[in-house]
């Protein structure tokens, strides 16, 4: 559920706000998201009427010529979340299309006091009270023997408030603490004289004896937790609930509790995030935090001394978490949307239902499967024939799938070659395109973005379509990351359950091998990258090239001339079969002579096209084969592939089933098998270079870098080969061709 606001019932939200029970910081934000948002003083004034005390006639309209605007405004959303925390609780949306800036889900984060059920905790003023002890403690506590220590007894009087003047700050820890032992129980002695209506104060952060601004804080090492309008028990109960890492905790001797809390910053910047960070917490927990505390200069109360009669004492030290960075792992666990433990008993006869299969015996719907290989292998293709198989629900390689909607991403092909492709995988695999509604393709071509930032995007296109899968091609564009980091590609691959879980969807996606030869490693040891990539998925399928022989070859070439030769003839003639065995219809020279003598004219010269095309086609053909790594299903028997540009073919007659991977054979037989004469070698690497200029030049600039992952090769050996070819040229990274 997304609850989403606009403009229009801004001032109604207000109403849930009394500005009587705002600091002056708020009531100005107040009046700052008003302007913002396209409303009037006079809307800004009607409402801060209601705070008779502090109320003035014309100052909301003073103000608000000040308003300038900045580059970062405060607008409409902080009026909402002023409500919000000051118990305002929105109507339920029925729904809506999510919006760019909707945030998915309901949960309410860093909240771990259920304001309504906090019971209070009672602050006992100690009857045997001794005031030295109290301050010593406070100062061994939070100041190093060496640095100095910022105090004010001093105090001047306006319209019945006292104030603190600037105070001293030219003595350390270590000396007020030795001068303190030795005063016989008279603070005032060491410190200087207070007034007992007025208390004292003291700066929680260490200063360099110069000067008790914020640049004079020498180490952001505490925050100053303080709020007032709370009873003093529900103050104390609610710190303590929250486990805020409290160094002293003081009682003020007025209406407040003083928690001095660890922030542990290593500089300026940091203590402001983490102040603004702890205090966003205890707003959303029910203390209202006066905001004017947040420097690291700030005065607090000083314990060992009297104010109106009542004592500022040390209630309590060293409680909470030890840490800031220990709290801080807490309090955004403690929301947590994790399922609680079920026990096995309760649902022995009772068991959920299995997610539907998507691809029989293979993967689930709802599940992640990634598809590994190296380049060559055709991984963009096999996803297409894939995508095709689930739209018409029909068999891919070697597996039925279930039909229903699915999205396929694609992120490296322009979108002309991208439609191309499915047009013609639709016409090699001769199936009709009788279920075209059923694919929606995404071309993210020059758009891609990281998968964190990628996968609410896709969310929102894909909420309410109903697709049973998406599948991404390829990954490498969106890896968040060092893909060799295990804790980077777990945050990466978590994206994919995200997806999964959101939309009820498979996401399936390809990535490529690691370089070296990777016939004797595991399936789930080839992908590139971090074994996080092979154990995530619920479904691994690996493609891994066959190695195939001359004597292989011939025999795909004379079944493939055969193959035209009997089309030929079925076609021209009606009694060839009457007089050619079983034997001469797998021998090609059997079947060309059969040719010649059943077939006249014009029929011949068709022949010896069709043969030359056919000899081509499997001298262009490569053999794969398919091995899985499978969560919830058993493990397969590896399927053969022969790969026919642009589908894959299951080698069904079992040509391939006694052919070795590359890596299993010794290096000498494949160096003498694969050695080549130079000029071949020398073409084929122009060749290799060529085509991958060709296929990375649609429509962006090509780099070295694109080139590299094209090809499977390291970016040196494509400046290498570059060189070589001398026909194309290199300035930094990019790579572009001479003009001839």
């Known amino acids: 559920m997304v609850t989403k606001y606009d403009n229009d019932n801004l001032l109604e939200i207000l109403n849930h706000i009394n500005p009587a029970d705002l600091d002056y910081q708020e009531w100005i934000n107040v009046g700052m998201g008003l302007k913002e948002a396209g409303y009037t003083a006079s809307d800004w004034d009607n409402w801060s009427c209601r705070d008779v005390h502090r109320y003035h006639k014309g100052e909301c309209f003073r103000k608000w010529e000040s308003f300038r605007g900045t580059p970062n405004p405060i607008t409409a959303g902080t009026i909402v979340q002023m409500a919000l925390d ?61 640095e100095n220590v910022g105090y004010v007894t001093d105090s001047w009087e306006k319209d019945g408030k006292y104030f603190p003047s600037k105070g001293c700050c030219d003595r350390t820890a270590g000396q007020l603490i030795e001068q303190l032992n030795k005063c016989n129980g008279d603070i005032g002695a060491v410190l200087g004289d207070y007034k007992s209506e007025v208390g004292a104060w003291i700066r929680f952060n260490p200063l360099d004896g110069k000067g008790v601004k914020n640049e004079n804080v ?40 003083h928690a001095i809390v660890r922030t542990d910053a290593a500089n300026y910047d940091e203590y402001r995030k983490r102040v603004d960070y702890l205090y966003n917490v205890c707003q959303k927990n029910g203390l209202k935090i006066d905001t004017q505390n947040r420097n690291p200069s700030r005065l607090s109360r000083m314990p060992g001394v009297t104010r109106n009669e009542h004592k500022q004492f040390l209630i309590d030290t060293n409680i909470g978490k030890e840490t800031w960075n220990e709290w801080y792992e807490w309090i955004e666990g403690v929301n947590d949307d994790l399922p609680e433990p079920e026990s096995m008993e309760s649902v022995w006869d ?132 060092d893909e060799n980091s295990a804790d980077q590609m777990a945050h990466f691959c978590n994206q994919f359950d995200r997806v999964c879980t959101e939309l009820g969807c498979a996401v399936i996606y390809c990535h490529h091998h690691s370089k070296g030869t990777q016939g004797q490693k595991r399936s789930m040891d080839r992908a590139s990258g971090s074994g996080v990539f092979a154990r995530d998925p619920d479904a691994l399928l690996d493609l891994i090239e066959l190695d195939l022989t001359e004597d292989l070859l011939k025999q795909e070439e004379n079944k493939a001339v055969c193959a035209v030769c009997i089309d030929y003839l079925d076609r021209f003639s009606n009694t060839w079969e009457e007089h050619v065995s079983q034997d001469d219809m797998c021998s090609e020279k059997a079947m060309i002579l059969a040719c010649d003598k059943y077939l006249v004219g014009d029929q011949h010269k068709g022949l010896n096209d069709a043969i030359s095309q056919a000899r081509k086609t499997v001298k262009q053909r490569t053999a794969w084969r398919i ?100 026909g194309f040229w290199i300035d930094g990274a990019e790579v572009g061709k001479k003009k001839t």
């Open 627 to 726: 091995d899985g790594t499978l969560r919830e299903f058993p493990k397969f028997s590896p399927v053969n592939l022969w790969f026919d540009y642009p589908v894959h073919h299951i080698d069904i007659i079992g040509s391939l089933k006694d052919v070795e991977l590359d890596s299993v054979k010794a290096p000498w037989q494949r160096a003498i098998e694969k050695r080549k004469p130079k000029e071949v070698k020398e073409k084929e690497r122009r060749m290799s270079l060529e085509n991958a200029y060709e296929a990375c030049s649609i429509n962006e600039q090509i780099t070295v870098q694109d080139l590299a992952e094209y090809m499977g090769v390291t970016e040196k050996t494509v400046r290498n080969r570059i060189k070589e070819h001398g």
């Open 86 to 146: 000051h118990g305002w609780q929105p109507e339920k949306d029925s729904g809506h299309e999510l919006d760019w800036n909707d945030i998915i889900g309901t949960k309410e984060e860093l909240v771990a006091v259920d304001k309504n059920w906090i019971e209070g905790r009672d602050i006992i003023e100690p009857e045997k009270w001794n005031p030295v002890n109290d301050l010593v403690r406070y100062l061994e506590i939070l100041f190093e023997a060496s």
């Open 218 to 257: 020498t180490d952001y090492r505490y925050a100053l937790v303080e709020s007032d309008n709370l009873e003093l028990d529900k103050q104390n109960a609610i710190i303590r609930e929250l486990e805020l890492p409290v160094a002293c905790l003081v009682y003020s001797g007025g209406k407040s509790i």
């Open 350 to 481: 009772n068991l959920p239902q299995l997610s539907p299969p998507l691809i029989n015996n293979v993967l689930r719907q709802g599940h992640k499967m990634l598809l590994a290989g190296p380049s060559k292998a055709g991984k963009s293709y096999a996803l297409i024939e894939l995508t095709i198989g689930i739209a018409e629900g029909k068999q891919w390689l070697s597996w039925k799938c279930t039909q229903g909607k699915v999205m396929y991403v694609n992120l490296e092909l322009d979108r002309a070659s991208c439609l191309h492709r499915f047009k013609d995988v639709y016409e090699a695999l001769k199936w009709e395109p009788d279920n075209l509604s059923n694919i929606d393709i995404w071309n993210l071509r020059g758009k891609s973005i990281p998968m964190d930032k990628l996968a609410p995007k896709l969310i929102r296109r894909a909420q309410k379509k109903d697709y049973i899968a998406i599948i991404i091609d390829p990954i490498y564009k969106v890896i968040t990351g």
